[in-house]
């Protein structure tokens, strides 16, 4: 960074690469006014230049190479917007020893393989910025970091997947099966054509592995967390869950307990009377509660050209700033540090209240045996419905609502509950908050 002048590299030019362009071409004047740097977007790097951006690109080098982003000497960030592994991978690591700074909006890479990237960043004396990797436009990161700087976190229940969001309401708001909303996400652009990652829970994980890690000091094992996606729900769920006063939220769940960490992502009812309950459509929101401020809310897109864009330069403008405050210096130190593992608990010790949805034969006597199961393992029940009879099948719908046990209670209820031969296989658990 010379004379003020922040020169930004940017490996991929999809949607989210895109806005990053956008605004640094178009808001570079309200940049300098707002931070005294100048921005000057120097390269970008994208194999295919066939599509139409509406980006004035004509004082922007455009190559297919990435070398001539990561090797040149004048360029001080990298962007990096391809996502996935690889290469983003190979593309990070190769900045980063080449001693640029790098922003992404990369959670899987950060989630998975952080450790390694954030040592090499150390080693080399630059950082790896990452707040648009968890929650889009929303400033969560940043916020955790400097806004709540005085407060131990103590929990953080987050909506982070707008695609599961999305079809949870739509189920909610229109009684639509999973199969159905899932159909609609996908023709209007909120889900993939592969959408495991986003309604298997594993792309909220990757954003909780992000603030759990940032939250702790340390570095949290990704593969620590337990994860359950949302594709058993049904719409009988949903109507059981509003009969009952509450909504279903896929929730990534923070807990800082006596023993450890408490990390999961799971569907989880919450009363409709809180505010997470009301947060709709591909929308994210993040709940948090410090030990001095208390509750919080930080609500807003979680995905898009525009709110992503705007994360990502803002982590450019935040580390320039940094560095021109501290002249002389290459790295801000605001990355995670990875050398401190972060202690979490097993699923297993984790104590929930839970809904259980079973389809059982139209029999008396029934309930009792399944009450005196979730008894004997100390589970005793809250509250309850049950329906009549399907016309073409002697089943009827069984749902409970239990008092807080712990989950390894509850599994070996399940397992005994299983044997009865009057209970059909399919039948659901979910956590309610």
């Known amino acids: 960074m010379k004379d003020h002048l922040v020169n930004i590299g940017i490996i991929g030019l999809g949607t989210v690469g895109t806005g990053v362009a956008r605004i640094l071409l178009k808001q570079k004047e309200l940049l300098h006014t707002r931070s005294a740097l100048t921005f000057q977007l120097k390269a970008i790097s994208e194999l295919d230049w066939s599509r139409n951006r509406d980006l004035d690109l004509s004082h922007v080098k455009c190559t297919t190479n990435a070398d001539d982003i990561l090797l040149d000497p004048e360029i001080d960030i990298v962007v990096e917007t391809i996502g996935g592994y690889e290469p983003a991978f190979s593309f990070i690591c190769k900045a980063l020893q080449n001693r640029k700074h790098v922003v992404t909006a ?205 994360a990502i330069v803002g982590d450019i403008v935040d580390l320039s700033q940094d560095l021109l405050l501290k002249e002389g210096e290459q790295s801000s130190k605001r990355t995670i540090n990875p050398d401190v593992q972060v202690k979490t608990i097993p699923i297993s010790q984790v104590k929930n209240r839970f809904y259980l949805r079973f389809f059982t034969l139209d029999a008396p006597g029934i309930l009792s045996k399944i009450s005196g199961i979730l008894g004997d393992c100390g589970i005793s029940i809250s509250s309850m419905v049950q329906l009549e009879a399907h016309e073409k099948e002697n089943y009827v719908p069984i749902v409970l609502i239990t008092h807080e046990a712990s989950e390894a209670s509850m599994e070996k209820a399940l397992q005994e509950i299983r044997k009865f031969d009057f209970v059909k296989e399919n039948f659901l658990r979910l956590r309610v908050f």
């Open 106 to 310: 990369n959670k899987a890479l950060i989630a998975t393989k952080g450790r390694e990237l954030f040592k090499i960043a150390a080693a080399n004396g630059v950082d790896l910025m990452f707040e648009a990797s968890v929650g889009g436009g929303i400033p969560i990161i940043k916020g955790l970091r400097e806004g709540l700087v005085a407060n131990t976190i103590e929990s953080i229940y987050g909506i982070l997947n707008g695609t599961s969001n999305y079809i949870l309401t739509r189920m909610h708001q229109d009684e639509l099966e999973f199969g159905q909303a899932l159909q609609e996400a996908q023709a209007k652009g909120f889900a993939e054509a592969d959408p495991t990652l986003d309604v298997g829970g594993g792309d909220a994980a990757h954003k909780l592995t992000i603030l759990a890690s940032i939250v702790s000091s340390g570095f949290v094992d990704f593969g620590s967390i337990f994860v359950e996606g949302i594709t058993a729900i049904t719409k009988l769920d949903i109507n059981f869950a509003k009969s009952l006063g509450y909504t279903i939220k896929l929730l990534a769940i923070y807990r800082l307990v006596e023993d450890g960490l408490d990390l999961r992502v799971h569907p989880t009812l919450i009363p409709n009377s809180h505010l997470l309950a009301a947060v709709n459509q591909e929308l994210n929101a993040i709940f948090v509660k410090g030990d001095f401020v208390g509750d919080t809310m930080f609500y807003g897109p979680g995905a898009g050209e525009r709110p992503t864009g705007s």
